[in-house]
């Protein structure tokens, strides 16, 4: 029974507990939804899975009237449509997978005031026709999901999502819910600026609050990739009555590795967006309803997936980024029980992911925040300290190292390196950056093959001067020194090794340079290309 006499706040959490039958509010949820109660425009910016639509959906019941719920994707949509009808709450949506007869019918129901919450897509809330026609009904709020969608600084900028910039002129009365897992501190800055409304002396009124990115039920490890059907046949098969998801590049691989998996008597399945559609939702539903299963999918599969006992989340390669990272490893363990993000990684996913997004365009600015967001993953596959510190950091939160990831369960063995940095960034500077890793470890190592004599490299001080290193550790500590920005990976120049501000910080002996020794694979098989 609801008091009226309750604080907006009181309010709220009564309904947590009657409509969906949770005690209390996680994270900051409570924060978000006091924060809109008081009418305030929010950005809320909280990990996957910790419960970003109840932030919105509260403040909709609370305020009566029409909330306006943006979001991309039809799937994620229905899902949440189905989700309310089934917590008995008004909730409908228009959209392209309904016929128009449907969408007709929805719309006379939201103009009769029968529905709380629409859900909508942003090129078809942004037509003059339907601003018009919702102009006239008693719009209280406006959520939108995927808010980060809105911003070019963001990893997955929607030319859609642009007009939403306008949505404050329209309905200057109700506060804005945006919602996002991408927590980058510019993308958080350009949504606010494009999204709240301004005061009248021209400043952005809202507020920004960020909920914490720690799951600290997950334990992280990384390790490099040797032979990835075996690791991953070892992992999975530890873990025999767990469900747990496997991540793949291709649609290709995911076969392949579901195929395999099979082979050794798992309950694995494939997914992925070109699998004909029914057998996509077999697999689902089998994944959703049976324990022990793994799915095998590429990141197509996950989003608005809500199963809470996914007890690990394995990357057969490096994702695209830390907030791509966060996101999918954030699938596993939703229980709050104990659960695992396990990666591998080798230096052909770097160069992978470096050329994907040169090869993605877009201008000089974009392409170098893209790949210092790749940086900060590599530099957490890499970490030499506890893991979740560098992933927070990330995210601007600071914790005291973690006990629960690889590092800091079984610390690296850390070896001075200083010397050996200098020399690479010596060989580099002396061949004019414009040489790759091979090149440069040659000369080093003092071989005498055509192409070292081709360039005269075999005439140069440094050319032998790294005899008692093997490749191996001078490939390990160039990834490290990549990974900590002393030497940077030019893909453009054909992963050509670049001098940074901080080789020459190393030069003046400003700063020192230490490395993992366990991160050196003598079998990793992966080559740069030549250059
Ligand atoms: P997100 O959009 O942040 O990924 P969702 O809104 O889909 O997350 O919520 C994830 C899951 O957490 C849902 O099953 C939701 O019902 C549940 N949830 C939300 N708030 C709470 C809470 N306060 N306590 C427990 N579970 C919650
Ligand atoms: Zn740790």
């Known amino acids: 029974p609801m008091d009226s006499e309750a604080s ?8 947590l507990k009657t409509v969906y039958g949770y005690d209390q509010f996680r994270g900051r949820q409570a924060e978000v939804i006091d924060s809109l109660l008081e009418g305030k425009s929010t950005l809320a910016v909280m990990p996957t899975g910790m419960g970003k639509s109840v932030c919105f959906q509260i403040p909709a019941l609370l305020f009566g009237g029409l909330t306006l719920v943006i979001s991309p994707l039809v799937a994620l949509m229905e899902d949440q449509v189905m989700a309310l009808k ?7 949506s228009i959209n392209s997978s309904r016929s128009r007869e449907e969408n007709v019918s929805v719309w006379r129901r939201v103009a009769a005031g029968e529905v709380s919450l629409l859900y909508i897509a942003p ?45 404050t002129d329209f309905f200057p009365g109700a506060p804005i819910a945006a919602l996002t897992a991408t ?62 998801i496997v991540y793949c590049l291709s649609r290709r691989k995911t076969e392949e590795a579901a195929e395999f998996l099979k082979e050794h008597g798992i309950k694995a399945f494939a997914y992925h967006a070109g699998m004909d559609s029914s057998i996509r939702a077999a697999h689902q539903a089998l994944f959703m309803r049976e324990s022990g299963t793994v799915m095998v999918a590429t990141i197509a599969f996950g989003m608005g997936i ?76 890499e970490a030499p300290t506890c893991r979740r510190q560098s992933l927070l950091s990330y995210f601007g939160e600071t914790i005291e190292p973690c006990n629960n990831c690889d590092v800091c369960l079984d610390p690296p063995e850390l070896k001075e390196g200083t010397a050996e940095a200098l020399s690479l960034i010596d060989v580099a500077e002396q061949t004019g950056e414009i ?7 040659d000369i080093l190592r003092g071989l005498t093959h055509e ?81």
């Open 86 to 92: 089934l917590l008995g709450i008004a909730a409908d």
């Open 435 to 441: 040489f790759g890793a091979v090149q440069l470890i």
């Open 183 to 244: 927590a980058d501190e510019a993308t958080r800055e350009d949504i606010a600026e494009k999204l709240f409304p301004r005061t009248l002396d021209g400043q952005r009124d809202g507020k920004v609050i960020v909920s914490g990115f720690d799951r600290p039920n997950i334990r992280l490890s990384v390790q490099l990739r040797k032979d990835w059907k075996k690791q991953l046949l070892e992992f999975v098969e530890a873990r025999a009555e767990q469900s747990g």
């Open 123 to 167: 090129e078809r809330l942004m037509t003059e026709r339907m601003l018009a026609a919702l102009a006239k009904l008693p719009i209280r709020l406006i959520a939108i999901d995927e808010a980060h969608c809105i911003s070019r600084w963001g990893p997955s900028f929607r030319p859609d999502y642009e007009g939403l910039t306008r949505l």
């Open 451 to 531: 192409k070292i004599k081709k360039y005269n490299h075999h005439t140069l001080p440094c050319h032998g001067s790294g005899k008692g290193t093997s490749k191996e550790d001078w490939r390990a500590i160039l990834r490290q020194m990549v990974a900590a920005n002393m030497l940077r990976l030019d893909i453009q120049g054909h992963g050509a090794l670049k001098l940074t501000a901080k080789s020459e910080a190393l030069k003046k002996g400003d700063i020192r340079f230490s490395y993992r020794t366990d991160v050196m694979a003598p079998s990793e098989l992966s080559r740069p290309k030549r250059t």
């Open 306 to 381: 809500d199963k809470p006992d996914v007890r690990y989340v394995f990357h057969t390669n490096l994702p695209s980024n830390m907030e791509a990272y966060s996101q999918e490893i954030g699938r596993a363990g939703r229980d709050g029980e104990p659960s695992e993000a396990m990666m591998l990684y080798g230096l052909d996913d770097i160069r992978m992911r470096r050329s994907f997004i040169d090869n993605e365009g877009g201008d000089e600015d974009h392409l170098a925040r893209e790949h210092k967001r790749l940086d900060a993953l590599i530099a957490y596959c």
């Open 8 to 15: 907006p706040g009181e309010r709220a959490l009564e309904m």
